[in-house]
């Protein structure tokens, strides 16, 4: 098994040698305007495939595969007087699909792109299916006004002291023992 650095350099000058004998040394009629494209060869160096594509329809397509085929005697031997190794590979011929994947990517990616307007088009006259805004918000007070006002005096009961908050909003401690009313003026000791 070679290595695939050799293997490379052995495609590559495989490649090259096809390349320049389709343009210089074989001039048969019927192969059309021609690109090699890549070639691939084995681990033991004893096959080589060689990738083209032709411009043109399919008829052109079969008068290239038929004139490559008919010349591959001439072109093994070139190969492997360029090679310079032991073995010549056997070379096949093979048609590289990489045009018609391309197109029909090319197709895709356009089909994509209208659909993609169409959507942005539709977008811009949509309505909400919903609220404008589905997001939750913090609860806003409400103010009531048929509602009559609450009394100006409150009471809260505990265990043991009585609280009640004035008209003002100051809240009143009032302890049952003592007796006494403490104010707690503008410093409420609760909350409302």
């Not at 007070?141 to 048929?146: A, L, P, Q, R, S």
């Not at 000791?189 to 409302?192: A, I, K």
């Given at each position: 098994?070679?290595?695939?650095?050799?293997?490379?350099?052995?495609?590559?000058?495989?490649?090259?040698?096809?390349?320049?004998?389709?343009?210089?040394?074989?001039?048969?009629?019927?192969?059309?305007?021609?690109?090699?494209?890549?070639?691939?060869?084995?681990?033991?160096?004893?096959h080589?495939?060689?990738?083209?594509?032709?411009?043109?329809?399919?008829?052109?397509?079969?008068?290239?595969?038929?004139?490559?085929?008919?010349?591959?005697?001439?072109?093994?031997?070139?190969?492997?007087?360029?090679?310079?190794?032991?073995?010549?590979?056997?070379?096949?011929?093979?048609?590289?699909?990489?045009?018609?994947?391309?197109?029909?990517?090319?197709?895709?990616?356009?089909?994509?792109?209208?659909?993609?307007?169409?959507?942005?088009?539709?977008?811009?006259?949509?309505?909400?299916?919903?609220?404008?805004?589905?997001?939750?918000?913090?609860?806003?007070?409400?103010?009531?006004?048929?509602?009559?006002?609450?009394?100006?005096?409150?009471?809260?009961?505990?265990?043991?002291?009585?609280?009640s908050?004035?008209?003002?909003?100051?809240?009143?401690?009032?302890?049952?023992?003592?007796g006494?009313?403490?104010?707690?003026?503008?410093?409420n000791?609760?909350?409302?």
């Open positions: 098994m070679a290595d695939e650095a050799r293997r490379r350099k052995v495609a590559e000058r495989i490649q090259n040698t096809v390349a320049r004998l389709l343009e210089r040394r074989i001039k048969d009629p019927r192969i059309g305007f021609t690109t090699i494209t890549d070639c691939k060869v084995t681990g033991d160096l004893q080589a495939t060689v990738f083209y594509t032709v411009l043109g329809d399919e008829d052109d397509r079969k008068k290239t595969a038929r004139a490559l085929n008919s010349a591959k005697g001439l072109i093994r031997s070139e190969v492997g007087k360029a090679l310079g190794i032991r073995l010549t590979p056997t070379i096949e011929f093979a048609l590289d699909a990489l045009p018609e994947q391309a197109a029909s990517f090319e197709e895709k990616l356009a089909s994509a792109l209208y659909s993609d307007q169409q959507l942005r088009g539709v977008s811009q006259t949509a309505s909400y299916a919903g609220e404008a805004d589905p997001y939750r918000k913090p609860r806003e007070k409400k103010v009531f006004e048929d509602v009559p006002a609450a009394p100006a005096f409150t009471e809260w009961t505990g265990e043991d002291d009585i609280f908050e004035d008209a003002d909003g100051d809240v009143l401690a009032d302890s049952p023992e003592s006494e009313v403490e104010t707690s003026g503008s410093d000791l609760f909350e409302s």
